[in-house]
């Protein structure tokens, strides 16, 4: 299914400016200049939470410096409106889920766009008082912000273009998260008051529990969970008189990884996810490649395109029947659309949801060199099994041989966790951002071996 987009979608060298898409709705498709209005219910809720997302884009946590960036992506998904950004140093992913009991007197439709949260805008939502009546609308037009004092308009701008590389790897590093920690309500405001400035150096430990609460420690204890750059969580200060709970979700096998902190607030959910290690941005993890390496994965991608409909929970089991297609491949085929920063995940619902951005076929290809090199390693029969050796391969690569081992028998999804490679990319990363082209080439042969 074809769609028009309201307006014209620009790629320039700077990034991406894209323009609403009609929704494709319950009742068909809408083509709508607003796709989201109402009050809120806790105007103190959306105000801060807002410019907690707008502190986080436009700051730059390693290697502290200030940045101009304060634009969030928004999208409504027909029960909720998310707002989602990165800081400027790409290493800290913000979500403010504002569900459907945070407004009253409104609607909330189906859409995506993204606005700049300026020095006006910011203004006007730090002055907004507790009790104050606080009007939301975001559409076509930008977001505008309204009290009975004043209104506040921005406009639509353009978005970086790594945040869609970004956005990607975003969902297969959450996707693999468990909830481990969670915090009372006088325990999360305890933690949260104790936050390091953005400006302090970087602390690093496991988040461990003690007789007054928790504390950051140096060794690993049951149920601890590992924070790399605690300054990160810092922007966290501004919604701390709301917040009701905290849950940490980190690797289900009790390993140091990427990090997601899921603030519970009145009506809305506040989300930051961290990555491994301060240095290390989203827009660079990899984390989408064994997904990517299968022969069929892009066709299966367009088919479920076709049939999401702004979900705010995607169904994959539902989504496999209406395809025709087995969950692993619909998984593989979300992990496509999600390199186009079309699909992200929600950690408390355990489910991918929808955002409506404008296709690039060419976009795979382009963020992804590495798969780039292993299909043509693939393609002239490089890879080749190795003799006496059980699930090894070599790949001829270049000017040397390089030695794979992976368990042929793992789910695709999982082909390439746990596999080793004998080459420089593999012993400088040891596989944490993502696999080498080596090990994807071995990938793809024996996909195309099984088809």
């Known amino acids: 299914m074809s769609r028009t987009f309201v307006g014209e979608s620009l790629l320039s060298q700077g990034g991406l400016e894209f323009a609403l898409a009609p929704a494709l709705t319950p009742s068909g498709l809408v083509n709508s200049p607003s796709f989201f209005h109402g009050f809120a219910t806790n105007p103190l809720v959306l105000a801060r939470g807002l410019v907690t997302l707008a502190d986080i884009t436009a700051t730059r946590y390693f290697q502290f410096s200030p940045s101009t960036t304060r634009d969030p992506i928004l999208t409504a998904n027909g029960d909720r409106l998310r707002a989602e950004c990165f800081s400027a140093c790409n290493g800290v992913y913000a979500r ?17 766009t993204n606005v700049d949260l300026g020095a006006e805008m910011r203004a006007a939502l730090t002055a907004v008082g507790r009790n104050e009546l606080l009007h939301l609308d ?10 009975l004092e004043r209104t506040t308009t921005e406009r639509r701008v353009e978005m970086p273009d790594r945040w869609v590389r970004a956005l990607g790897n975003a969902v297969e590093l959450h996707r693999e998260l468990a909830p481990v920690l969670t915090l009372n309500t006088a325990e999360a405001r305890s933690f949260i008051a104790t936050l390091p400035a953005p400006t302090s150096a970087t602390r690093s430990g496991w988040l461990t529990r003690s007789r007054s609460g928790v504390k950051l420690a140096v060794r690993q204890t049951p149920g601890s969970v590992f924070i790399a750059g605690l300054h990160r ?27 997601l902190v899921s603030v519970e607030l009145p009506g809305a959910r506040l989300v930051l996810g961290l990555t491994a290690e301060a240095f290390r941005g989203y827009s660079g993890e990899g984390s989408l490649l064994a997904s990517l390496a299968s022969d069929s994965v892009a066709e299966d991608a367009d088919l479920i ?3 999401l409909a702004f979900e705010p929970v995607i169904d994959v089991d539902a989504l496999a029947r209406d395809a025709a297609l087995s969950p692993e491949r619909v998984r593989a085929g979300l992990a496509v659309l ?30 992804n060199p590495r798969l780039v090199a292993a299909r043509k390693l693939a393609v002239v029969g490089a890879v080749q099994a190795e003799a006496g050796l059980v699930n090894t391969w070599r790949v001829h690569s270049g000017d040397g041989d390089y030695l794979v081992r992976l368990d042929p028998a793992a789910p695709r ?14 012993l400088r990363n040891t596989g ?20």
């Open 305 to 307: 395109s076709a049939l």
């Open 432 to 451: 944490g951002r993502g696999a080498c082209k080596h090990v994807l080439a071995v990938q793809l042969s024996l996909s195309a071996a099984k088809a």
């Open 413 to 426: 999804s999982e082909l390439a966790q746990g596999a080793s490679c004998t080459c420089a990319w593999y």
């Open 96 to 112: 403010l889920d504002l569900l459907g009991q945070g407004f009253d007197g409104g609607e909330i439709g189906h859409g995506t």
């Open 138 to 147: 975001v559409g076509l037009d930008g977001l505008s912000v309204a009290t």
């Open 233 to 259: 969580l810092s922007a966290i200060k501004r919604v701390l008189p709301q917040v009701k709970s905290i849950t940490f979700y980190a690797p289900a096998d009790g390993s140091a990884g990427a990090l």
């Open 338 to 367: 999600a390199s186009s920063g079309r699909v992200g995940w929600d950690a408390h619902d355990q489910a991918y949801f929808h955002r409506e951005l404008p296709d690039d076929p060419d976009r795979v290809a382009k963020d």
